[in-house]
């Protein structure tokens, strides 16, 4: 499993458990991009999943014994994991009935990097939705540029220069569902100042569909 992100009119849903909102204000969400590299410079996944666990717990996100094996991370290969990355737990992603489940864990300010979903085989482009469990997101994706409208968003250098191509935010809170206006187009993400955790859904995910539009994030993403 992997990937999510996207764009469009946020709907309110109905918030059938009042205990995911709550914080757990003695845990604290500071992060050293420093700590989550080893000495050579290699990325420390376990690191990284401290770190989500942590975020996790900040928000009362329920944690087993199977948490941690479950969770998959990243930093793109930028080397700032802090500004750069994503953390997911996959629960289900049935492709040949056509649905999919995760969950995905941003840090304080950290982007998910800029990208599409296209067709692979007989399985169609990803039509994919979030609905924002704790925190606040910035979801973007075609539209009109309102970029500069939000200060707190800061693209960092290690992403194409510090460049994206689709401006169009919609900032997503507790209980806040954003669905991705057209397959195949661009869309990324960005987490407020507590971080964000996101239900995403979708009518499936392949690796190989995904497309970054920076090409050594891409490269790095897809193996080559």
Request: aromatic share 10%.
């Amino acid at each position: 499993m992997a990937l999510a992100a996207c764009n469009q009119p946020a709907t309110k849903v109905q918030d059938a458990n009042p205990v995911s909102k709550e914080v757990t204000e003695s845990i604290s969400l500071s992060f050293n991009n420093d700590d989550f590299y080893t000495a050579d410079g290699r990325f420390n996944e376990e690191a990284a999943k401290d770190a989500v666990i942590t975020l996790m717990k900040y928000y009362n996100y329920p944690v087993t014994d199977k948490t941690r094996g479950s969770i998959w991370v990243s930093d793109y290969g930028t080397g700032r994991y802090t500004e750069l990355g994503l953390a997911c737990i996959g629960y289900a992603n049935e492709l040949d009935d056509g649905y999919m489940l995760q969950d995905l864990f941003l840090l304080p300010g950290q982007m998910l990097p800029e990208h599409w979903h296209e067709k692979v085989n007989k399985y169609p482009a990803k039509l994919e939705g979030w609905l924002v469990r704790n925190g606040k997101s910035y979801i973007v994706g075609i539209g009109e540029d309102n970029l500069s409208k939000y200060p707190d968003i800061k693209i960092p250098s290690c992403h194409e220069n510090g460049s994206v191509t689709v401006k169009n935010v919609t900032p997503a809170g507790v209980g806040e569902f954003v669905p991705l206006k057209e397959v195949l187009t661009h869309h990324w993400q960005y987490a407020g100042k507590e971080g964000a955790i996101i239900t995403e859904v979708a009518n499936g995910h392949v690796n190989e569909a995904v497309r970054h539009l920076d090409k050594k994030i891409n490269d790095h993403f897809l193996g080559i």
